[in-house]
């Protein structure tokens, strides 16, 4: 808690326009992601792996731009060490497998194949610990030679203790250690910095994150192509996994928004863009278990806070319809935002979209001119997040300054 | 053969794998099967043109021709198993990249429709893709990223072709989902593509 006005100000406008009433002014609230790095002239690679140096350029930014919701430098960017002493090999950033300056990527590739679809369903965390992890974790390979925990009654467990006399998992065992203590620490200096930026008036804009459990399935299971073409081959057992995910997924969020006690979960929606697969199979596949994770958050209080990346238009109207009225925020990257609006009033608060395409290579006119639309036909009646379409990191910073320029003169109601 | 024909473009990937073990045990002719698949490929690409398909039938329609192709090759005596090549093409993700799901596809359609693909790979230096332009002389040079990083790389590969004389020889398509008519600009490439099919139609529609 803070008793910095300026917070309660803030954090008064942004939770008003989630519920769509009424506000002062147009809320601005971009992504920034690496932004701050560039903008202030530091080198990704050393700030990715320099928490002081993440901190002080997150600080220069808050006082400099003053947006309506603190922006956290450790979504990603906090957790390089981690990845680095597990040997994690999905992500890829700047001076470890990537140039310095190309902050990180993930590498998506079919880490389940279809025959291991049935370990899943009848045990997934089974099959996460001893599968998944020693796949996508160097140093945790050992936990493949573990035998089953589900079998760990009474008189078999020396048994499975015993498998833990392989020297292998002395280095497993340190390896964990030290994770675990650098998620502590990072975890810490997280909830510290917040603090400070609570203090000096910036709520946070989030405090849990899950995913679709379709997501789940094609961003770390299946790979894509592998769920894509399931929708064919093998229907019943993605759908099974989508339901097996469902209460898995919602646990993770709302345990994490009662740690955060912020009660706004981010969701950024990966496979449901238009093109990749059918209205139909969108309907059928990706949209129930999703709309029940949202219900389930909306019945404990929280808000689903929806990235929709790509463009979505056709996904839209049914997403609109089903969601939970005067709950949800739509953050919407490249769909057509403006259409989006003569559906979501009294329905959805709509976050976005001044494309990245013309902060990055347009002039500060053609970002007042988006800017002006936005707040002329998105922004009335509220309900309305001024935002980038997805995050900044390689804008122009004149471009940048145009858009908060623009939106505090203008975006008042 | 119509049957195969049908069977690619329905989707039908058991009946279709069926039959083509069937035929190939009754001494039918390989290419003629191998023609039939790539007719209903063709018209897998045409109901994906017309919005009937998506990219899980693009997909999913490559593994079928790639699982037929394996069964149909042993048969094959020698002979080319395509037609001549309808030009050159080479693709390749730009540095600092390393996303390649939709420049395979697209490459992936491309060949199917008869051009000769080099696939350069990802995270691709600048200097490489010139480079390999200027050896290979290829009709179109696709440039792959999905993230906004891919777009000063874009840039400096079409510069360095002004540069290096060779930018009138070669027409550049920017393929990504979050390429729009802003960054085709900024870069000065020929055209762009959010979708698998806009490179082969752009390619069909050159002289």
């Known amino acids: 808690m803070t008793t910095n006005p300026a917070f309660e100000a803030r954090q008064k406008r942004y939770y008003d326009t989630i519920v769509l009433k009424k506000t002062d002014m147009v809320p601005i609230t971009p992504m ?3 932004f701050p790095i560039r903008y202030y002239g530091a080198n990704m ?41 597990l040997d994690f090999t999905l992500l890829k950033w700047a001076g470890h497998g990537l140039p310095e300056e190309a902050s990180y990527q993930f590498v998506e590739s079919e880490m389940m194949p279809p025959e291991e679809y049935d370990w899943f369903l009848s045990d997934p965390s089974d099959y996460m610990f001893r599968r998944m992890f020693p796949r996508v974790y160097g140093t945790l390979a050992p936990l493949a030679k573990l035998p089953t925990i589900a079998a760990s009654y009474y008189f078999f467990t020396p048994f499975i203790w015993a498998a833990l006399a392989d020297p292998a998992f002395l280095e497993v065992g340190r390896a964990l250690v030290d994770a675990g203590n650098m998620a502590a620490k990072t975890i810490g200096e997280f909830v510290v910095f917040h603090q400070k930026l609570a203090d000096m008036g910036f709520p946070m804009a989030q405090g849990a994150m899950t995913q679709a459990p ?107 319809r089903d969601a939970p009225p005067a709950m949800c925020i739509y953050h919407l990257e490249n769909s057509d935002i403006f259409k989006a609006k003569k559906l979501a009033r009294d329905k959805v608060c709509l976050r976005g979209n001044v494309p990245v395409s013309i902060l990055m290579t347009g002039t500060p006119d053609d970002v007042r001119a988006y800017c002006k639309r936005l707040i002329d036909e998105v922004a009335p009646g509220g309900g309305f997040l001024m935002d980038t379409g997805v995050n900044l990191t390689e804008a122009k910073p004149e471009n940048v300054k145009a858009m908060f320029e623009y939106t505090r003169e203008h975006g008042v109601y | 053969m119509e049957k195969i024909t049908a069977a690619m473009a329905d989707m039908l990937e058991d009946e279709l794998l069926d039959l083509t073990d069937k035929y190939l045990a009754e001494g039918k002719d390989p290419k003629a099967i191998l023609d039939a698949y790539q007719a209903g490929m063709t018209e897998v690409g045409k109901r994906y043109e017309a919005g009937e398909y998506f990219v899980s039938e693009l997909i999913l329609a490559g593994e079928m021709m790639n699982s037929g192709s394996e069964k149909i090759k042993p048969f094959l005596k020698g002979g080319s198993e395509s037609g001549p090549s309808k030009g050159r093409v080479i693709i390749a993700t730009v540095e600092g990249d390393i996303h390649d799901i939709g420049k395979n596809i697209a490459g992936t359609m491309m060949e199917l429709s008869g051009y000769e693909v080099h696939n350069l790979g990802e ?81 069909n529609s050159l002289p």
């Open chain 1, 214 to 320: 379709l997501d789940i399935v094609g961003d770390y299971l299946r790979g894509i192509k592998g769920m894509l073409v399931d929708l064919r081959r093998r229907p019943e057992k993605l759908l099974a996994a989508c339901d097996k995910l469902l209460p898995v997924m919602l646990e993770l969020a709302v345990s994490s928004a009662k740690i955060s006690g912020v009660p706004i979960c981010f969701i950024p929606l990966h496979k449901c863009m238009d093109g990749f697969m059918s209205q139909e199979q969108f309907e059928k596949f990706y949209w129930p278990t999703l709309l029940e994770l949202m219900r389930g958050l909306v019945a404990e209080k929280i808000h689903p806070y929806l990235l929709v990346e790509g463009v979505c238009d056709t996904r839209l109207p049914v997403m609109i």
């Open chain 1, 45 to 85: 690679a050393q700030a990715l792996n320099d928490h002081k140096l993440l901190e002080d350029l997150w600080i220069r930014y808050h006082e400099e731009f003053q947006p309506d919701v603190a922006d956290t430098p450790y979504m990603i960017n906090g957790f390089f060490d981690i990845a680095d002493r």
């Open chain 1, 32 to 34: 920034v992601d690496t």
């Open chain 2, 123 to 203: 995270d691709v230096k600048i200097s490489k893709i010139v480079e390999e332009v200027k050896t290979l002389k290829p009709k179109l040079l696709g440039l792959s990223g999905l993230l906004t990083l891919a777009y000063d790389p874009m840039k400096a590969v079409v510069d360095q072709l002004k540069e290096a004389g060779l930018r009138d020889q070669v027409k550049v398509l920017l393929g990504g989902s979050q390429i729009d008519e802003h960054i085709l600009k900024y870069v000065g490439a020929d055209v762009f593509a959010n979708d698998a099919m806009t490179n082969v139609t752009y390619l």
